[in-house]
């Protein structure tokens, strides 16, 4: 592992790649905070050395480094998956980079379903906690102490002081932030009316395919982080429709505008 993050690194910082701040990975239909990234480097994941390629259509599959909100960062557009078939190791890999390359916060995006019933889709969750329901672990294997502890604690996954602040920024915003549990499931089916149901008795209030395991490996490695999902539809068992992937899409990129606000005030407060 350390040996492939500083072959990783070493490519990298030779393509320009240095002193990164702040680290950000965005999720389904959420690419466009790029264009307010002032960039000075764009590389596509198959080329990176020990990267593996995206193959959602609507991820992008670049790392981008550049300035947002006077700071330097290095962003994910778009992430891997284990629905894509990749180990959880490889999805993570990312982030272990990211810490190398000396990156201090690390900001996350997702989009997701509402189990809330007073959740509308277009609208924005703040996670404070998680539920993992995924069938692997990042950290399951040999340990490498350098990189952390065999059992990491995860009784504050989220970063109590960047979610105070992403709250404090939504409301100067007048933007409607709400506070609530991600679950997390393997995908890329979404779910049926019973594992809704499921769901919402085990405390969780938004639904995904992403996140958890990156979060996982961010507190492994002693990586505050944060994350916000975006609400592209809404779960109620009771009266579920069919959902359209292209109207999930649509609905992410229309809230994308208030993540984009909040995530940058939050970066030029850091």
Known sequence: MNEKIRQTVSYLESNGIKDPEIGIVLGTGLGKMVNLISIDQEINYEVIPNFEKSTVEFHSGKLISGTLGGKKVLAMQGRLHYYEGYSMQQITFPIRVMKAMGIKFLLLSNAAGAINPDYRKGSLMLVSDHINLLPE??????NDESQGPRFPDMSCPYSQDLNKRLLVIAAKENIVLHSG???????PNLETRAEYRLLKVVGADAVGMSTVPEVIVANHIGLPCSAISVITDECDPEHLKPVDINDIIAVAGEAEKDLVRIYTKLIETL
């Open 137 to 142: 672990n990042p950290l399951r294997g040999k």
């Open 181 to 187: 549990v991600y679950a997390s499931v393997q995908g």
